[in-house]
């Protein structure tokens, strides 16, 4: 999440050695944009997130922008409630949210705090109402760039994946989202959740464009990370041997792709032509 203070000039300049190619992207952005920044990353663990922050502070010292803490469990509705209550409590503006938490493939029958399937939990649920709470914030300052002649400066990205076309037909079963009817395997679940992503980058543009808001469902493409961790030992290594890339190529990513067909029909209402499941799906996200 990050906002900006145009007031100032900052001295963005950075060193060209960096290693870390999501280090690299944020300093060119403050580079470029040449403003104050807040970045706030929001986070379950206040140590990790204190060690990420540490750890690039100390490679850019001379840097200006800010780095925060946000506690932020997407997992429990108390903490995404509380999160954005604190964030909007210190926070005037608000320029990109990222939603990229995720978790895989975790142990059969993990849930929520409120009891749902975690990732539907954490990706969709969690996601949604974090997003929702912050959107006047978002429009907002969406309004106070169009007022100067900007647009297309607000943004909610979405972190969707390559397995969203895994999914079953249609993406998402909103008739069996407790799985209860149903029983699906973790892999179908994860598959299911991220569709349900890419219906979310896909809804909250239909529904916050004409705030000025753009929204952007994406597939980060297969990189090293610790998204593995629930898998045991051997499968993990064979899949980091085989497809997964650390993160320092660019192509194939970056690029506009087009999704599955019924999943675009999915992203479009029935009025729009479509089988309207993304308008469907944002609102169960919400209740
Ligand atoms: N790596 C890939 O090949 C790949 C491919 C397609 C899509 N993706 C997507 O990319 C995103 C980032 O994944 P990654 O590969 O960077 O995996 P990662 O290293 O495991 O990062 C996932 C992050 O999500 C956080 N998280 C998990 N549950 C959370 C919760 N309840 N509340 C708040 N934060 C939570 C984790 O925090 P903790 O450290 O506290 O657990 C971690 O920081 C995910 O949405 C994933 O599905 C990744």
């Known amino acids: 999440m990050a906002n900006s203070d145009a007031t100032s000039q ?44 540490n750890s690039i502070r100390n490679a850019h010292p001379s840097s200006t922008g800010h780095l925060r803490f946000l506690k932020l469990d997407l997992a429990d509705l108390e903490s995404v409630t509380e999160a954005a209550k604190s964030f909007l409590a210190s926070a005037k503006s608000l320029d990109v949210l990222f939603n ?4 895989m493939h975790p142990p059969e029958g993990s849930k929520t705090k409120q009891d749902y399937e975690l990732q539907l939990g954490v990706h969709n649920i969690g996601a949604v109402q974090f997003t929702e709470l912050l959107t006047l914030l978002l429009a907002k300052t969406a309004s106070n760039y169009s007022t100067v002649g ?8 979405w972190v969707s994946s390559l397995t969203a076309e895994r999914s079953p037909p249609g993406g998402v079963d909103l008739e069996s989202m407790d799985y209860s009817k149903k029983h699906e395997s973790k892999y179908t679940k994860y598959s299911v959740s991220k569709a349900g992503v890419y219906y979310q980058g896909t809804e909250y543009a239909r529904r916050h464009k004409h705030e000025g808001i753009i929204s ?3 597939n980060p493409g297969n990189l090293k990370s610790d998204l593995q961790r629930h898998h045991p030992g051997l499968a993990f290594k064979v899949v980091n041997a085989t497809i997964l890339y650390p993160a320092i190529n660019v192509i194939p990513w970056g690029r506009f792709a087009k999704i599955r067909s019924d999943l675009d029909e999915g992203s479009r209402s029935i009025s729009e032509g479509g089988t309207g499941i993304a308008e469907k799906w944002y609102d169960w996200c919400l209740e």
């Open 10 to 53: 900052a001295n963005t300049q950075r060193q060209a050695s960096e290693t870390c190619p999501e280090k690299q992207a944020l300093l060119s952005f403050l580079s470029e944009h040449r403003w104050i920044l807040n970045i706030y990353i929001a986070a379950r663990s206040e140590e990790k997130a204190t060690a990420a922050i």
């Open 100 to 103: 990229n938490a995720g978790v």
């Open 150 to 157: 900007k647009e297309g400066c607000v943004r909610v990205i």
């Open 216 to 218: 952007v469902p994406l």
